[in-house]
């Protein structure tokens, strides 16, 4: 419940600003790639983009670079994380096969606890 009272403090105002940018910001620009160009050329008339729409996708872009770069660099962890799930997987296997050839139950044994203790998620 807090997580959804947050998220609406936090997203509606940084919505209602970005609408207000967008439209402050309707003039157009032209993008170019090449440093090279003289102005001269610039200043050409030719087809132009809104300059909010330029700024979002260089936001867009960026999230979606730092994203792949978390991604990235969490690949030891999720490594880390599958290894140890296979371990407590394949020790809930052994253990299971212990009690099935001591003849315990598999429900409220002297050993529940441990099963608590390497339960999956």
């Known amino acids: 419940m807090l ?61 979606l670079l730092g994203g792949i770069a978390t991604w990235f660099a969490q690949g030891q962890h999720r490594q880390r994380e599958r290894h140890w799930r296979r371990e407590a997987h394949m020790l809930n296997s052994e253990l299971e096969s212990v009690r099935k050839s001591q003849g315990q139950s598999p429900a409220g044994g002297p050993l529940s606890d441990v099963d608590d203790l390497l339960e999956l998620r």
Do not use: H, M, S
Not at 17 to 41: K, T
């Open 3 to 63: 997580n959804k009272i947050v998220g609406w403090l936090v997203l509606v105002p940084l919505c209602l600003v970005l609408i207000v940018f967008a439209l402050a910001n309707r003039q157009f620009v032209i993008v170019n790639f090449n440093p090279f160009v003289p102005v001269e050329q610039l200043a050409t008339p030719g087809y132009g983009v809104p300059l909010f729409v330029v700024l979002y996708v260089v936001l867009l872009v960026g999230v």
